[in-house]
């Protein structure tokens, strides 16, 4: 592109949207596991991992953010899981899958098995059934570098915060196990906090992956005002200020049929 002249403004605004466009994404981060394998260029499993990703540039029903993907036949298919912060709506929903398995392959490239967690979602796949398994690893933190004036005070009503919302999530049905509010601390400070698994977990193995994460903040996240610990089954993040929405309703349950009223005997009228 040429630029000149009182077109020199307007050049430099449009390659300034172009470069933030392509800029990375500040809450992307992605991991795999050493020991899981590699696929190399122009295989089968790369034409096939390309797919899940055109897959998730095309959703056309939003599942409510949950989605379990396939491409391929043994031993080249790709099964992928894909979910959203219950919060996200579907246009908000389909353009962060896109952008996170487009990163993904990008930047955590050649792993036959391998998770990206953005802000808003997370894409995960392999070469193997992933569908309703407990998985730890690969997993990150992410943390606030700030600071809580009163640790102690901060770290007491974050804990029981997300105590509560983890028996939310963990009892949550089918479609979503997602929970989001914010509670008091110390000196009046507000956390806001999130926790969600993918829904194919059972609510033990989510209780068991919302445990797991909530132990790790303690190591990794003690004290700060903000942290996200992310799991390839579950995620969890607090904040000092807001950062979810309404979560996005769903379908309202059939009412319960009505039990039969007691059944009486026919009266018999003798002449």
Same mark, same amino acid.
């Given at each position: 592109?040429?630029?000149?002249?009182?077109?020199?403004?307007?050049?430099?605004?449009?390659?300034?949207?172009?470069?933030?466009?392509?800029?990375?994404?500040?809450?992307?981060?992605?991991?795999?596991?050493?020991?899981?394998?590699?696929?190399?260029?122009?295989?089968?499993?790369?034409?096939?991992?390309?797919?899940?990703?055109?897959?998730?540039?095309?959703?056309?029903?939003? =599942?409510?953010?949950? @989605? /379990?993907?396939?491409?391929? *036949?043994?031993?080249?298919?790709?099964?992928? !899981? &894909?979910?959203?912060? #219950?919060?996200?709506?579907?246009?908000?929903?389909?353009?962060?899958?896109?952008?996170?398995?487009?990163?993904?392959?990008?930047?955590?490239?050649?792993?036959?098995?391998?998770?990206?967690?953005?802000?808003?979602?997370?894409?995960?796949?392999?070469?193997?059934?992933?569908?309703?398994?407990?998985?730890?690893?690969?997993?990150?933190?992410?943390?606030?570098?700030?600071?809580?004036? =009163?640790?102690?005070? @901060? /770290?007491?009503?974050?804990? *029981?915060?997300?105590?509560?919302?983890?028996? !939310? &999530?963990?009892?949550? #049905?089918?479609?979503?196990?997602?929970?989001?509010?914010?509670?008091?601390?110390?000196?009046?400070?507000?956390?806001?906090?999130?926790?969600?698994?993918?829904?194919?977990?059972?609510?033990?193995?989510?209780?068991?992956?919302?445990?797991?994460?909530?132990?790790?903040?303690?190591?990794?996240?003690?004290?700060?005002?903000?942290?996200?610990?992310?799991?390839?089954?579950?995620?969890?993040?607090?904040?000092?200020?807001?950062?979810?929405?309404?979560?996005?309703?769903?379908?309202?349950?059939?009412?319960?049929?009505?039990?039969?009223?007691?059944?009486?005997?026919?009266?018999?009228?003798?002449?």
């Amino acid at each position: 592109m040429e630029c000149s002249g009182r077109l020199l403004f307007y050049c430099s605004l449009i390659l300034s949207l172009a470069a933030l466009a392509l800029a990375d994404d500040p809450y992307f981060e992605c991991g795999f596991v050493e020991d899981r394998g590699n696929y190399t260029a122009n295989s089968s499993y790369q034409a096939n991992l390309n797919r899940i990703v055109s897959q998730l540039s095309s959703l056309t029903e939003f =599942n409510y953010g949950f @989605f /379990n993907l396939s491409a391929g *036949e043994s031993p080249d298919e790709v099964k992928a !899981i &894909a979910l959203c912060t #219950g919060d996200r709506t579907q246009d908000e929903c389909n353009s962060c899958l896109h952008r996170t398995a487009t990163e993904l392959i990008q930047r955590c490239p050649w792993h036959k098995e391998a998770t990206a967690w953005s802000e808003f979602c997370l894409v995960r796949y392999a070469n193997r059934d992933i569908f309703g398994q407990l998985e730890s690893e690969p997993r990150t933190c992410a943390f606030n570098t700030r600071k809580a004036s =009163n640790p102690v005070q @901060f /770290n007491d009503g974050l804990s *029981e915060l997300l105590n509560n919302l983890s028996n !939310i &999530a963990a009892a949550g #049905g089918p479609l979503r196990k997602y929970a989001a509010g914010n509670a008091t601390a110390g000196n009046l400070q507000t956390i806001y906090a999130a926790v969600q698994c993918t829904p194919d977990m059972d609510k033990q193995n989510c209780t068991h992956c919302l445990d797991d994460g909530k132990a790790e903040f303690l190591n990794c996240c003690y004290g700060r005002i903000g942290c996200r610990v992310l799991r390839p089954t579950c995620i969890l993040r607090f904040e000092s200020n807001p950062f979810y929405h309404t979560a996005v309703p769903l379908p309202s349950l059939p009412p319960s049929p009505t039990p039969p009223g007691p059944t009486t005997s026919p009266t018999s009228i003798g002449g």
